[in-house]
């Protein structure tokens, strides 16, 4: 496995030492930075970047949108993907001297190497920054912003710098690959539809091979580490919403005539004010059921596909048809 490869090469050993150094801080400190960098670090969860995004989506600007939420599934992807390729243990796994953050603990299961906040946090807050680079203060602060979210998963103890730097590079990469990517296929609106079939056929080999590989299977006192069948589980609700979301915003690029702008402002904060409360209802439900109750592969990878189809596909659509039906009338 990778982490026996790097400790082999001596590359864990001070990297522990540097979460053991920011551990002492905490407890030097009494915990004085705890809550800042433990609401620092939701920011890269799923819930707020993907809020942010369809506000970007659905009122400000399309192009925007669909190079955000392409961008946040590909460095979404990759860093889980890798997740379960290198099944890298988790700091405290490594060396029992490590004490995450209790609270911090509840959304770090699983495979450590890289780390999915960061990758979330890059390719989102990181995209935007790409997008706005011609404003250099608020390219900063969203830059920023990354840093901190980065630097989060090694304060509360549950990412290796190894960790959280492999995901930065994972998310820039995707920045401008993403670009690159539909600025070709604008040239031929077919070629979203190519991408598209390219991503499905991606994803089910993905399926099959994190479905099918063996993974280590390392118990103290009889109880696994890391529990690949949840790590399997977790894996097929993360690529049933890449798959939702990306045929969502490509089939809309290449079918579907909505401009974010359409309509009054009271009209878009109207638009973006009742897709936060569907959204918020929706991950409501979601969390509970599918990260921590479902564990059937097929309804779950449907149901996850639905709700970030209907984010980037069939929202858009209804107020496409709405605004057409009031300027008709």
């Excluded at 090469?9 to 930075?33: E, M, S, Y």
């Excluded at 620092?40 to 400000?60: K, S």
């Excluded at 840093?147 to 090694?154: G, H, P, V």
């Excluded at 994190?210 to 580490?225: A, C, E, H, R």
Aim: hydrophobic share 50%; net charge positive; charged share 15%.
């Amino acid at each position: 496995m990778i982490h026996e490869m790097l400790m082999a090469k001596g590359l864990i050993a001070p990297q522990i030492d540097f979460l053991l150094f920011l551990q002492n801080i905490r407890i030097q400190t009494g915990g004085v930075f705890d809550n800042f960098f433990l609401e620092i670090t939701t920011l890269g969860e799923l819930l707020f970047p993907t809020l942010f995004m369809c506000l970007i989506y659905w009122c400000v600007d399309f192009r925007a949108g669909i190079y955000l939420f392409t961008l946040n599934s590909f460095g979404l992807y990759f860093a889980k993907l890798f997740k379960m390729v290198g099944c890298v243990y988790r700091p405290w796994i490594l060396d029992n001297k490590v004490k995450p953050i209790e609270s911090a603990l509840q959304a770090s299961g699983g495979y450590s190497f890289p780390s999915g906040h960061t990758a979330m946090a890059a390719a989102s807050w990181g995209g935007m920054a790409y997008l706005v680079r011609k404003n250099k203060v608020l390219c900063s602060i969203l830059i920023i912003l990354v840093l901190l979210i980065a630097f989060s998963r090694n304060y509360v103890g549950v990412h290796t710098p190894q960790d959280v730097i492999v995901s930065l590079f994972i998310g820039l990469i995707c920045i401008f690959a993403v670009d690159k990517l539909l600025n070709w296929c604008e040239k031929d609106k077919n070629r979203y539809l190519y991408v598209m079939a390219i991503i499905d056929l991606v994803a089910l080999i993905t399926l099959y091979y994190v479905i099918t590989k063996s993974y280590p299977q390392d118990f103290v006192n009889g109880k696994v580490l890391v529990d690949p069948t949840h790590a399997i589980y977790i894996m097929v609700v993360y690529m049933g919403w890449i798959v939702g979301i990306t045929n969502g915003v490509l089939l809309c690029a290449k079918f579907l005539r909505f401009d974010p702008k359409q309509g009054s402002i009271y009209s878009r904060v109207i638009r973006g004010f009742i897709g936060m409360v569907i959204m918020l209802i929706l991950f409501k439900i979601m969390y509970p059921i599918f990260f921590h109750g479902i564990h059937d592969y097929k309804i779950t990878f449907v149901s996850l596909f639905t709700v970030g189809f209907f984010i980037t596909a069939g929202y858009p659509f209804l107020f496409s048809k709405l605004h057409f039906l009031l300027k008709k009338q």
